[in-house]
């Protein structure tokens, strides 16, 4: 195919409701129009250049509309279903997009589990954003099958969006705590065990020291609002819960943090682990995302609950005062723009498409 070809793609929506697929693509078009790129699979078809169409479950169309058809990989027995109709029409178009192996499994039954396998194995191109991500879908198409990609993330543009404000207090040190914090669930992050080791750490400070801090957090969900409040997270810390931004406005508000921390209990793309690195904020990850261990491998913990957090919430605090080394909690920026190098990750995947490839059978 030729590079200067403009494509055209569908892109399995995940929902069957006109109305939310609607939206779905007024919110992208939208963004599209203004330059902004959000870094998830939505913005895919924009990165490589494409011209895009959003799909309800269930909808009729012709395929051959389509240069390749995209979807997640979601467990719904009626998405699956409509994917495995689709790929029985044109299986060489069918690109899947595979997510963290906990959130599928967590909600898949045995039926969507068999739909999951037979559409790997037979799909055009299964891409994913980690090798924990293409591990899980080899393991459920009992084949390898899938390809690790770069992900649209723009470097230069989260520079320049996400610029600090000047009207802030120098003295203020402003750490965001979490994106998001997760209460309940099977995402739940021990969200009181991080305000613990944060007050901890205070308590050895001199009061002028410790009055310096402002800590801010989001929730994503009305249940993990509900169980902040019941539970009384933040009061020792006086958090503020930040409402939900949509991107540009999330980009200033990061750009004016001063440390970052974000510490999924699975193995996610690390959208927030990127913007941080890419605006060389400090701050302390789960190594269970394969792009934190990437951009911020001296500021690890295994999980958050992890003991040694104690003490790298302690030494971050330090380094923030400037009472001790901050260098280990700082991201690997040479590393930060290869990952965001926007156009060379597009140009690469772009290849991977030079030759249509069907499934495994």
């Known amino acids: 195919m030729s590079s200067h070809q403009k494509l055209h793609c569908g892109f399995v929506s995940g929902w069957d409701s006109p109305w939310r697929t609607f939206l779905v693509r007024a919110k992208y078009l939208l963004m599209w129009a203004q330059r ?116 649209p993330f723009d470097y230069a ?86 409402p939900r931004k949509n991107y540009v406005h999330f980009l200033r508000f990061l750009g004016n943090c001063d440390a970052v921390l974000t510490l999924p209990r699975f193995s996610v793309l690390g959208r927030i682990t990127f913007l941080a690195a890419a605006l060389g904020k400090p701050g302390i990850f789960t190594e269970n995302v394969e792009l934190s261990r990437r951009l911020y491998p001296r500021s690890l913990v295994e999980s958050a609950t992890d003991e040694q957090l104690r003490d790298r919430v302690r030494d971050l605090l330090f380094g923030l005062l400037d009472l001790g080394p901050l260098e280990p909690f700082l991201p690997d920026i040479p590393a930060a723009q290869e990952v965001g190098d926007f156009a060379g990750n597009a140009a690469k995947v772009r290849e991977l498409l030079a030759a249509k490839v069907g499934g495994v059978g």
Not at 67 to 95: C, M, Q, T, W
Not at 172 to 198: D, K, S, W, Y
Request: aromatic share 12%.
């Open 157 to 242: 543009e989260t520079r320049r969006r996400g610029r600090p404000r000047r009207n802030r207090r120098p003295e203020t040190i402003r750490i965001l705590l979490g994106v998001p914090l997760r209460f309940v669930g099977i995402a739940a992050n021990a969200p009181p065990f991080l305000e613990q080791c944060f007050a901890e750490a205070l308590a050895a400070l001199p009061p002028a020291a410790r009055n310096r801090f402002q800590f801010y957090a989001m929730v994503y969900t009305q249940e993990d609002e509900t169980a902040w409040r019941q539970t009384g997270f933040g009061q020792r810390l006086e958090v503020v819960l930040e």
């Open 36 to 151: 902004i790129v959000y870094p998830d699979v939505f913005c895919i078809p924009y990165w490589l250049g494409w011209k895009c169409d959003f799909i309800r479950i269930g909808a009729r169309f012709n395929p051959d509309n389509y240069d390749f058809i995209l979807s997640e990989l979601n467990a719904g027995v009626g998405h699956l279903d409509y994917l495995r109709e689709l790929i029985k029409v044109n299986p060489g178009k069918i690109i899947i997009l595979p997510g963290p192996q906990e959130i599928f499994e967590s909600n898949a039954t045995k039926v969507a589990q068999g739909l999951a396998t037979w559409i790997l194995r037979r799909a055009g191109h299964v891409w994913a954003y980690s090798e924990a991500a293409a591990n899980f879908a080899d393991e459920c198409a009992q084949a390898p099958v899938a390809k690790v990609i770069p992900w």
